[in-house]
């Protein structure tokens, strides 16, 4: 059974940073793309970054330019280095990744964005 683990949240100034890490108990996320998914309150789901197990990065416009997904296949991590973050950018930030039979989640990582 895979778990992911995800930390790096916390409590940062507008047009702060911050790094979250999904780490996977397993190398098999080396072998799949990684979403970073988040939920702020009262908002659907918002799918913000992914990463393919090649290294290709994609983000939704909301994010693009201040968000960059990173992986590191020794450490079976990947990272999402957040900048200029904002207090609409305030939400539990999930990683994911589907296999043919499952998709694992992590359970998140609050991350509050206040003055």
């Known amino acids: 059974q895979v778990q992911l683990v995800e930390s790096g949240g916390g409590l940062v100034q507008p047009g702060g940073s911050l790094r979250l890490s999904c780490a996977a108990s397993g190398s098999i996320i080396n072998s799949y793309s990684v979403n970073w998914i988040r939920q702020a309150p009262v908002e659907q789901r918002e799918l913000v970054a992914t990463i393919t197990s090649g290294g290709t990065r994609d983000y939704a416009d909301s994010v693009k330019g201040r968000y960059t997904n990173s992986r590191d296949n020794v450490k079976n991590t990947v990272y999402l280095q957040k900048n200029s973050l904002k207090t609409e950018d305030k939400a539990v930030y999930y990683c994911?990744?589907?296999?043919?039979?499952?998709?694992?989640w992590g359970q998140g990582t609050q991350v509050t964005v206040s003055s």
């Open positions: 994911n990744f589907r296999t043919i039979v499952k998709t694992y």
